[in-house]
């Protein structure tokens, strides 16, 4: 079989692209996700997304991270399948769509996505961490030699000796001089470390408010593959109407067979 594919990029998250309205991909099959997803002998992606028919709103996202399995809630990759539902014309400006996480409401202006991320309830105080769900597990740990730090090697330390075999994603964050946060996440699923994580930057930004390194309610985070701005407001317990917003992009297309 010969598929059509799309590569896109958020801030240097990458993902392998389709649209599965007919339900044509096989999605059982890790191996051909894992190879599709692989830089060497696939495409090349942390993920693969796949858009698909949903009753109630206009699309549903299934996420898969690059060791092909289904993962939870992608960021990054939420805001590149919003850009692709607009290149299907499936809507206009502003759009919903499901996701493993839940409902997601989502606008789009030339290549910027602001995607609406699921209410943040409980914050965790870990040894010199915090940690929470931002639709994906997160350990946030304040550090001071960020560009140095050998972040595959700390981070799987983390990631399989503080969280197990289920593991959590891992960022190393800090602060820059102009009030925005420098991050470095190392992500589950990957294995390794990525130039974005959308629900990272996510956590990243409810952490340093939560720990007052920040008083406004919209911060700007730099990942290595570009800028991202977080925006949300205040709850007794945790924050809602949390928006993550920055560049998603098309890349390429192209065909495969498998």
Not at 139 to 148: D, G, R, S
Request: aromatic share 10%.
């Amino acid at each position: 079989m010969t598929a059509t594919f799309y590569k896109y990029q958020g801030t240097g998250n990458d993902f392998v692209v389709f649209d599965n309205r007919n339900e044509s991909f096989p999605k059982t099959n890790q191996a051909l996700i894992a190879r599709l997803c692989d830089r060497k002998f696939g495409v090349g992606a942390d993920g693969l997304l796949l858009l698909e028919n949903d009753a109630e709103t206009d699309f549903r996202m299934v996420y898969y991270n690059a060791d092909g399995w289904e993962g939870s809630m992608c960021g990054n990759g939420g805001r590149c399948i919003v850009a692709f539902a607009k290149f299907l014309n499936i809507f206009e400006d502003e759009t919903s769509f499901m996701a493993i996480d839940g409902l997601h409401e989502a606008s789009i202006m030339g290549d910027t996505v602001r995607l609406k991320m699921q209410d943040v309830s409980e914050i965790k105080t870990k040894p010199n961490a915090l940690f929470m769900d931002t639709g994906s597990p997160h350990h946030i740990q304040l550090v001071e030699n960020l560009k140095e730090l050998d972040v595959p090697k700390e981070g799987a330390k983390l990631r399989y000796g503080l969280y197990g075999e289920k593991g959590s994603n891992i960022n190393f964050v800090q602060p820059d001089e102009n009030g925005s946060f420098g991050i470095r996440t190392y992500e589950r699923g990957v294995e390794n470390e990525t130039l974005s994580c959308g629900t990272g930057v996510t956590a990243v930004a409810l952490a340093m408010h939560h720990l007052g390194k920040v008083k406004e309610n919209t911060v700007a985070v730099k990942a290595l593959g570009g800028n991202l701005m977080v925006r949300f407001e205040n709850m007794d317990k945790g924050y809602e109407n949390i928006y993550l917003e920055g560049e998603a992009k098309q890349v390429f297309k192209g065909e495969i067979a498998w």
